[in-house]
Every structure is written in structure tokens, then in C-alpha cells.
């Protein structure tokens, strides 16, 4: 029972995934040349909006006292912008970055001129950011990672925390997901059954646990249809499938594109995303470096 309150156990238990399929998709998800692609697909309608659980994420900020006037926010893996946009308009100073200019390109095109001065967008990659060169240590108030791939490993997520003078906030898969499409080409491409477990917010809240920090969580269960080009849903299959297998372009696209052209109608996809995420808040207090 010790091992549980035990800071090296979690990061030990979180790098382990490196060993199973969960480990392979994220890789997956972990180039900006498949966000790139996917960005076509993203804020299609009101529904997939109203998923992203925005006001229900204001109010939970509200209620940790970590939403004011004048306050300094950075969103690392911002996406669209949604949450830094609305963080804006309630006077935030916003810093927002991501390493997909596909995502950053629509996100700019939300931002009105009523928050353009106290929004800025970086392309960056944050596992290549020097924090101690920007001047990051310490300097926000609230440190946002929402559903991104850049807090995917303890050292990403301990950079993050190093950031922040007062609190912090993830967003993360929290059950095995719906993926029909990545389930059949995983099959067809892996040649084995996908095994995708939760991403790796389980080990960030206990991990949490174990440091003194006590995050209050909230589950939310989502639900959207996207519809994608076969064009589009090609691009960011074949984006991902390259980070994950051993197959040459040709080889996957020999693959994928008969698939997704037989599952397609009128040449367009149409897929349901639907999941379990747990979203995490918690204070920084001086205990954290």
C-alpha cells in the first residue's frame, strides 16, 4: 500500500505504458502532421461545441478560484482555441501554443478584436520549449492541457506544473474509447486486435496524489459525429499510421484507401466520437518547485 503514496511507483507505472498498444496510439496522436489534417474536421457543429463542456469548465475554474480579472493563463496544446478564446473574453491574459499550424490557423481565425491584445497565439512544440529561457517558471496563474498529447509523459507533465504560481488543469480520456475507424485499420495494419486503454490521466492524478496534491475531478461523458472527405480522413489516417507501423506509404495506402472508400458514402465519412474524460483542477501551492 506504501508503493501508492510513492512519486516514483506512478512514474514508474506511466512509463510502463510504453510497453502496450496505448503507448503506440498516442505516438500516433503525436505529430503535428496528423492534428494538420485532423483541424478540417474540428468545430463542425454545435453539438461537437457543446461537448467541449466550456461552461462547465468556467465554472469549475470559478469554483477553485482560479478565474479573474487580469490573470495569466497558459494553454499548452490549445487546439482551436475555444477555451483560451472564452478565457480571454473574461480578461485573461492568455498565452496559447501548439505545434499543428492546421488547428492554430482556425483558432486565429475566432479571435475578435475585442481580445486580440491579450491573446497570443505561439506555433511551439512544447516538448521542445526551454522554460527557464521564455521566463515560464512561475509566471501563470493557471496552466491549462486539455485533451493534448504535449503532457504525455511525466516529464512534459512536471514542466507544465513548474509553470504555474497558483493552479493547474488537465483534460484526458478516462475510458477506452469509441475508435471504429482506427479499430478496423489497426487490425488490418497491426495485424492484431487494437488494445487501447485510457490515456495517461490516471497516472497524472494519482501521481498528484502521491506529490500532496488533492485535484477535484469531474467525469463527463461526450458525444459527437464528425464527417470527413475520404480525402481527409485518408490524410490523418495515413499521418497516424506512419508514426506507428513499419509499412511504407505505399503499402498503407494500399490499405487504407479501398477501407475508407468502401465505408464511405457519396465520398464522404462519417464517424461518432464517444468517451468517457476526467478533468482535473488543483492549486499550486510553494511545496511545488
Not at 503507448?23 to 457543429?45: C, I, L, M, P, R
Not at 482555441?81 to 492546421?102: C, N, P, W, Y
Not at 529561457?133 to 509566471?139: P, S, T, V
Amino acid at each position: 500500500m506504501n508503493n501508492i503514496f510513492n512519486k516514483n511507483f506512478w512514474i514508474n507505472q506511466w512509463e510502463n505504458d510504453k510497453k502496450n498498444d496505448t503507448y503506440n496510439v498516442h505516438k500516433g496522436f503525436s505529430t503535428s502532421e496528423y492534428w494538420d489534417k485532423a483541424a478540417a474536421t474540428y468545430d463542425q457543429d454545435k453539438i461537437e461545441i457543446q461537448n467541449r463542456r466550456l461552461e462547465k469548465t468556467i465554472l469549475f475554474l470559478q469554483k477553485s478560484n482560479l478565474l479573474f480579472e487580469g490573470m495569466k493563463v497558459l494553454e499548452i496544446g490549445c487546439g482551436t482555441g475555444m477555451v483560451a478564446i472564452e478565457l480571454a473574453k473574461r480578461g485573461a491574459q492568455v498565452t496559447a501554443l501548439d505545434f499543428s499550424t492546421g488547428m492554430l490557423e482556425k483558432f486565429k481565425q475566432n479571435i475578435t478584436p475585442d481580445i486580440a491584445e491579450n491573446t497570443i497565439v505561439l506555433h511551439e512544440d512544447w516538448h521542445k520549449i526551454d522554460i527557464e529561457k521564455k521566463g515560464w517558471k512561475k509566471k501563470f496563474d493557471l496552466v491549462i492541457a486539455f485533451m493534448s498529447p504535449g503532457v504525455a509523459s511525466p516529464e512534459s507533465f512536471f514542466k507544465m506544473m513548474s509553470c504555474s504560481k497558483k493552479g493547474c488543469a488537465i483534460r484526458g480520456w478516462a475510458a477506452k474509447g469509441n475508435h471504429p475507424i482506427l479499430s478496423d485499420l489497426w487490425e488490418k495494419i497491426m495485424e492484431t486486435a487494437l488494445e487501447d486503454k485510457p490515456q495517461s490521466i490516471l497516472y497524472k492524478i494519482n501521481l498528484l496524489f502521491s506529490l500532496g496534491f488533492f485535484p477535484e475531478i469531474t467525469f463527463d461523458t461526450i458525444e459527437w459525429n464528425q464527417t470527413a472527405s475520404v480525402k481527409e480522413e485518408f490524410g490523418r489516417q495515413i499521418a497516424f499510421f506512419k508514426k506507428v507501423s513499419n509499412k511504407t506509404h505505399g503499402e498503407l495506402e494500399k490499405i487504407i484507401h479501398p477501407y475508407l472508400e468502401s465505408i464511405s458514402k457519396d465520398n464522404y465519412i462519417k464517424r461518432k466520437h464517444k468517451g468517457l474524460t476526467a478533468t482535473a483542477i488543483w492549486n499550486i501551492d510553494s511545496r511545488y518547485p
